[in-house]
């Protein structure tokens, strides 16, 4: 779980709490999912799961753009990678995010409403600016493609997308000579689906695109199956199987001869490669229960309290006990990992089982790369910010 590198580091660090990054890890994950995908997928990373420009950096080499999701993601991506292709997603874009985005030359326009179709073809004709778009659809899934969803973004009523009956009436903003070129369509439907999970929803997605293609006389060149590939906390050694997947869309490509396919996997790319190190401060019983006090907390680390699991964590034993009096501590029991907030929803681990957890000991929660420190409400109660650490 612990790389080497970062278990060195973890031990070292004279202050806590701390984020590490391993990049060579992440390098290795990164190049290991390009591989695994055939040629004709393209592959984009959700820069939502983690902006960090060294992890952007990082994944530079191992794929063709970025999915942004705002106009300070897209001024952020395009500081950091300049010259990538960028994909500019996600509900409620305003005008002036438009008109950046279009005087940045995004190369694509995921457009989630008429509106925002509207807004997107006033802006681009203002500018004398032509924009690629593709319509971001809510299609319908079925119980066994949503099944194991750990997050719901369509299939369902939401605010993201179109429904599908609702494409023809976009269709005049999207063909004839206005700016806009309609390239494909796009849909992020769920997070959290294993590989078959995800190949029934992408095969959805690009039959549905051609039913669409027929049905309205369109040339759809392109589909965008989306991210939320699964990544299980409970199960922190367990990869998504970028094999199988890999296999599956080169199967469904070829069923699809000319289309060009694209991913845009946040998760499942940089999870692996965070850590939130910390230490305990205190342990105490309560009721009968024991408690860990760690310092830091889910303002630093919200992704157990976003996601209501318990992280899955690694104990970093220390020997040195320097007080005059028996170091608190707890041996064989299920312990509660909480932080310094005033909230009972500052937990971090509930019940967890550890051989011996002692104050002063460190602690290192795995899968800390993803919608962790970017997610976390950083200023509630004002401790100290966390310090971060990139290992090359
Ligand atoms: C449109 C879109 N694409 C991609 C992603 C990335 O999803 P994940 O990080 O689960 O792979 C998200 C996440 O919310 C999203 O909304």
Not at 235 to 250: C, I, Q, S, T
Not at 334 to 362: H, I
């Amino acid at each position: 779980m612990l790389t080497a590198r970062a278990a060195e580091r973890a031990r070292a660090l004279d202050e806590l709490p701390a984020y590490v990054y391993d990049l060579t890890a992440l390098d290795a994950h990164a190049r290991a999912v390009r591989a695994a995908l055939p040629p004709r997928v393209e592959l984009y990373y959700a820069a939502k799961a983690n902006p960090a420009p060294e992890l952007l950096a990082a994944l530079a080499p191992h794929v063709t753009g970025f999915e942004v999701s705002s106009g300070g993601e897209l001024t952020h991506v395009r500081g950091v990678a300049p010259g990538r292709p960028l994909a500019f997603g996600g509900p409620g874009k305003t005008e002036a995010e438009l008109g950046l985005a279009l005087a940045a030359g995004v190369e694509r326009f995921h457009v989630e409403s008429e509106h925002e179709l509207r807004l997107l073809a006033a802006e681009a004709a203002a500018r004398g600016t032509a924009a690629d778009v593709l319509l971001r659809v809510n299609l319908p899934l079925g119980a066994a493609e949503l099944g194991g969803a750990a997050l719901a973004m369509g299939g369902r009523p939401s605010p993201f997308g179109l429904d599908p009956d609702h494409v023809g009436d976009c269709l005049p903003l999207l063909t004839g000579d206005g700016p806009l070129r309609l390239r494909g369509i796009h849909a992020h439907l769920a997070s959290g689906l294993d590989a078959a999970a995800q190949l029934a929803v992408a095969a959805r997605i690009a039959d549905w695109t051609r039913d669409a293609e027929a049905r309205y006389g369109l040339d759809l060149p392109e589909v965008c199956v989306g991210g939320g590939m699964a990544v299980d906390y409970g199960r922190p050694a367990e990869r998504f199987d970028w094999a199988a997947y890999g296999d599956g869309l080169r199967a469904l490509a070829a069923r699809h001869p000319g289309r060009t396919f694209r991913i845009e996997p946040g998760r499942a790319l940089t999870a692996y490669c965070g850590w939130y190190v910390t230490d305990v401060l205190d342990i105490k019983h309560s009721h009968g229960e024991p408690f860990a006090v760690l310092r830091g907390g889910t303002h630093h680390l919200r992704t157990p309290a976003a996601k209501a699991h318990s992280h899955p964590f690694t104990v970093l034993p220390r020997e040195t006990w320097s007080r005059p009096w028996p170091r608190p501590g707890v041996r064989d029991t299920p312990v509660t990992l909480v932080g310094q907030l005033c909230t009972p929803k500052d937990v971090l681990a509930t019940r967890a089982p550890v051989p011996e957890l002692r104050a002063g000991d460190r602690v290192a929660f795995a899968l800390a790369g993803a919608y962790a420190w970017n997610i976390s409400h950083h200023d509630f109660l004002m401790h100290p910010p966390p310090s971060f650490h990139y290992l090359n």
